[in-house]
C-alpha cells in the first residue's frame, strides 16, 4: 500500500498517548513541575530530528505489535514507569481513538488536518520549553512538504493503508460508548447528517444537459440522510482553524479516560489476520525498530526515586485484574530489543 | 423498493478498497458465486439462493521480496467467450486462476522498475473484453492480455498508455459486432477517464478529463459511461464524445463502488439505502435484470443483500 503512511500513524497515535498520560498525570496529582518533565521528554524524544529523518523514510507499515513496542519506548523515555497492563491499555485507547479518527475524516486528505490538531495540542502541553516547540514545528514543516503536495488519490491510498493496518480492531472505549460514539459491538457510529465534506456538494440532485452542455432538466430526489454544505475549508497552515475537530483533545478533567475495558468482541478474522501476517521478529521489522529506537536514548535519572509509575487504571487492584482478565487474541507480545547501538 | 435478504457470512472482513465485491451469476446451476478482498487474503464463496454458502475458498496473492505479504487490491470474475477466468491484482503483480479459484493458469509480476521509492506498486481495475483481459497498474499503463480458449498459454499482448496516475477501476461492454463502438473505458485517480475500443490493437477514442477528484469505479452501457467520483458525484457521458449528459449528486462521500443492470436502462432515483454505521466498498447486481443486489463494507465479516419486492 502507501509507503508515506508511517509518519502519520506515528504521530497521530503518539499525540493520543500524550493526551492520555496528561490526563493520568493530573488524575494521580502528578506535581506540575513532574508532570512538565514526563511531557517535555516524551515530546522531545518523539520529535528528535533523527528519529523523525527515519520516519520519514518511505516505507511499509509493520504490525500492530511492532508499533507498540516503539511506544513503550517513548512512554519510558520520560521518568514514568508504565506495567504491562497500562501499556496495553494505553495503546488500545490509543489505537481506537485513531481509528475513529481516520474512518470518520469527510475527504481522505483530512487525516492531514486531524495530524495538525495533535500537533497544535501538542504545542501547547509543552508550550513552556521554545526549544522543544521548535521541533514541533520542524516536523509541521516536514509534513507540508511531503503530504502537502500530494493528490486526492494519493491520499486515499493512504487512508486505505491506515484502515487496513486498523482492520478487524474492535475494543470497546467507555468514553466513547457514552458518548454514542460507539455501539456496544464495537462499531463505530456513521452520522447521516452534517456537513458534507469540502468539494463534495449536498446530495439529491439531478441534472440533465444537452449535447450543447447546456441543462435541460433538473431532478431532485430524496437522499435519507440530512445533509448541509460546508461551511469552510480548515487551514492546512502552521497556524489556522482547522474546522475540523477530529484529533483533538477529547479527555479533559471532567472526562476521564476510561477505566474499565469492555470486552473485545470475538472475531475469528483478527486471528486470521495476524496469523497470516509473518513471524513479527522477521529480521527486516527488527532492522526498523532498531533503526528507530536507536535513536532514543534512554534517559537515567540521576536520582532513582525519580521515576515513578503510572497506572491507567483507577486502583492497583484493577490494574492487576485486567492483567488477568486480558483476552487472549488482545496481548502483545513484548518484542525485546538491545537497540543500545545507536546507528548515528 | 428492496429489501434486506439475509446476509452472507465472510470468514474475514472486507477491507476498505474500492469495487470490493465481484458477483459472478451462473444461472445454470442456479447458483452465486462471490469474491471479496479481506487484505492479504480474498475470499470466494458459491452461494444458492436458499441455501447456505455451500463452498469457500481462500486465495493469497503470490509472495515476493518484502517483509509483510502482498496486499490484494482486487479480485474480479473475467467473463470471455469459452471460459471464466478469475482475476487477482496485487502489489506484486496479476494471477489469473480458474473460475473456482482452484488452479492459478498465469502470473504476471509487476515491474517496478520506473518507479519512485515513494511511489505504491501495484496493479488494479480488471475487466474481460472479447477474448482480452485488461488490467490497470500504478504508473497508468493498462496491460492487455490475450486469452486463448482454453490453457495457460496467456500472453501480454499491449500495453496501453492513455493514463498518467494509477488506474482505478476498467469497465467493458460487448460490442454487439458494430464498428467503431466504444466498448472499455478505463479510469484513474486524478478522475479521468479513457474511452477505447478493442481489438487486435487498442484504440482510444476519447478522453474524458478529472477535475481534481479520483474516479474510483466506471460502467459501461450502449455507449453510456457512467462514472462514480470521490466527491460524491455520479456522472454519464455519451462514450464515443465525452459529452456530460447527466450529473447527480449522489452521494455525501467518496463513492466507492457503482453498478449497472445491463437489461435496464434509466436514470431514476428508484431506491435509497442506508446500511448503518458500515462506510461501504463494494456493490453489485446480482443479476443483469437489477433485481437484486449485494452490497460489503468496512470491517464487516458479511455481504449484505438486497432483493426488489
Known amino acids: 500500500m502507501s509507503v508515506r503512511t508511517l509518519p502519520l500513524l506515528f504521530l497521530n497515535l503518539g499525540g493520543e498517548m500524550l493526551y492520555i498520560l496528561d490526563q493520568r498525570l493530573r488524575a494521580q496529582n502528578v506535581p506540575g513541575d513532574k508532570a512538565r518533565k514526563v511531557l517535555n521528554d516524551i515530546v522531545s524524544t518523539m520529535f528528535n530530528r533523527k528519529f523523525m529523518e527515519e520516519l520519514f523514510k518511505p516505507q511499509e507499515l509493520y504490525s500492530k505489535k511492532a508499533l507498540r513496542t516503539v511506544y513503550d519506548r517513548l512512554a519510558h523515555a520520560s521518568i514514568i514507569r508504565l506495567n504491562q497492563a497500562s501499556m496495553d491499555k494505553l495503546y488500545d485507547l490509543m489505537t481506537v481513538a485513531f481509528k475513529y479518527q481516520v474512518l470518520m475524516c469527510p475527504r481522505p486528505k483530512d487525516v492531514l488536518l486531524v495530524t495538525f490538531n495533535h500537533l497544535d495540542a501538542i504545542k501547547g502541553l509543552i508550550r513552556d520549553s521554545p526549544a522543544i516547540l521548535n521541533q514541533v514545528d520542524e516536523t509541521f514543516q516536514q509534513l507540508t512538504e511531503v503530504y502537502g503536495g500530494l493528490s486526492a488519490g494519493e491520499f486515499q491510498l493512504i487512508r486505505q493503508t491506515l484502515l487496513i493496518f486498523f482492520q478487524d480492531l474492535h475494543i470497546r472505549v467507555s468514553i466513547f460508548l457514552k458518548d454514542r460514539v460507539q455501539n456496544s459491538n464495537g462499531r463505530f457510529v456513521l452520522p447521516v447528517s452534517g456537513p458534507v465534506p469540502w468539494g463534495t456538494e449536498v446530495p439529491g440532485l439531478i441534472r440533465m444537459f444537452n449535447s450543447k452542455g447546456e441543462e435541460v432538466k433538473t431532478v431532485e430526489f430524496k437522499h435519507g440522510g440530512n445533509y448541509v454544505a460546508a461551511p469552510k475549508e480548515g487551514s492546512f497552515e502552521l497556524y489556522g482553524d482547522r474546522v475540523l475537530k477530529l484529533g483533538t483533545n477529547m479527555y479533559s478533567v471532567n472526562r476521564p479516560v476510561e477505566t474499565h475495558m469492555s470486552g473485545a468482541s470475538k472475531n475469528l478474522a483478527s486471528q486470521t489476520q495476524e496469523s497470516i501476517a509473518p513471524n513479527p521478529l522477521a529480521k527486516e521489522e527488527l532492522n526498523f525498530l532498531a533503526r528507530l529506537l536507536g535513536g532514543m536514548e534512554t534517559k537515567k535519572p540521576s536520582d532513582p526515586e525519580a521515576r515513578f509509575r503510572l497506572n491507567l487504571f483507577a486502583t492497583e487492584e484493577e490494574e492487576e485484574q485486567a492483567a488477568l482478565t486480558r483476552p487472549e487474541e488482545l496481548s502483545y507480545e513484548v518484542i525485546n530489543i538491545q537497540a543500545t547501538q545507536s546507528l548515528f | ?309
Open chain 2, 1 to 309: 423498493m428492496f429489501r434486506r435478504e439475509r446476509s452472507i457470512p465472510l470468514r474475514g472482513s472486507a477491507a476498505a478498497l474500492c469495487n470490493n465485491l465481484s458477483v459472478l451469476q451462473l444461472p445454470v446451476r442456479n447458483l452465486t458465486h462471490f469474491g471479496v478482498v479481506h487484505g492479504p487474503s480474498a475470499q470466494l464463496l458459491s452461494f444458492a439462493p436458499e441455501g447456505l454458502p455451500l463452498a469457500q475458498r481462500q486465495l493469497h496473492a503470490k509472495e515476493g521480496a518484502g517483509v509483510s505479504p502482498p496486499l490484494i487490491t482486487q479480485v474480479h470474475w473475467c467473463v470471455l467467450p469459452f471460459r471464466v477466468l478469475l482475476v487477482l491484482t496485487s502489489h506484486r503483480g496479476i494471477q489469473m486462476f480458474e473460475s473456482d479459484g482452484s488452479i492459478m493458469v498465469y502470473w504476471h509480476a509487476l515491474d517496478s522498475g520506473d518507479a519512485s521509492p515513494v511511489q505504491a506498486v501495484f496493479a488494479r481495475g480488471i475487466a474481460a473484453s472479447g477474448h482480452f483481459i485488461c488490467v490497470g497498474t500504478w504508473s497508468g499503463r493498462v496491460l492487455v492480455f490475450d486469452i486463448p480458449a482454453k490453457g495457460p498459454n496467456i500472453v501480454l499482448s499491449e500495453e496501453l498508455a492513455g493514463h498518467q496516475t494509477p488506474i482505478t477501476d476498467i469497465a467493458t461492454e460487448p460490442t454487439q459486432g458494430q464498428d467503431c463502438v466504444a466498448d472499455m473505458v478505463t479510469a484513474d485517480d486524478s478522475g479521468l477517464l479513457c474511452v477505447w475500443r478493442s481489438g487486435p490493437e487498442f484504440k482510444l477514442l476519447t478522453r474524458i478529463p478529472g477535475f481534481g477528484v479520483p474516479c474510483p469505479s466506471v460502467q459501461l452501457w450502449q455507449g453510456t459511461v457512467a462514472a462514480g467520483y470521490g466527491n460524491g458525484q455520479v456522472r454519464l457521458y455519451e462514450a464515443s464524445t465525452g459529452t456530460l449528459h447527466v450529473q447527480i449528486n449522489a452521494h455525501a462521500r467518496a463513492i466507492c463502488a457503482l453498478d449497472l443492470a445491463p437489461e435496464v436502462g434509466k436514470v431514476e432515483h428508484c431506491h435509497g439505502e442506508c446500511v448503518p454505521d458500515t462506510q461501504v466498498c463494494g456493490a453489485r447486481f446480482c443479476d443483469p435484470s437489477g433485481s437484486s443486489f449485494a452490497v460489503t463494507g468496512y470491517d464487516l465479516a458479511e455481504i449484505l443483500r438486497f432483493s426488489s419486492m
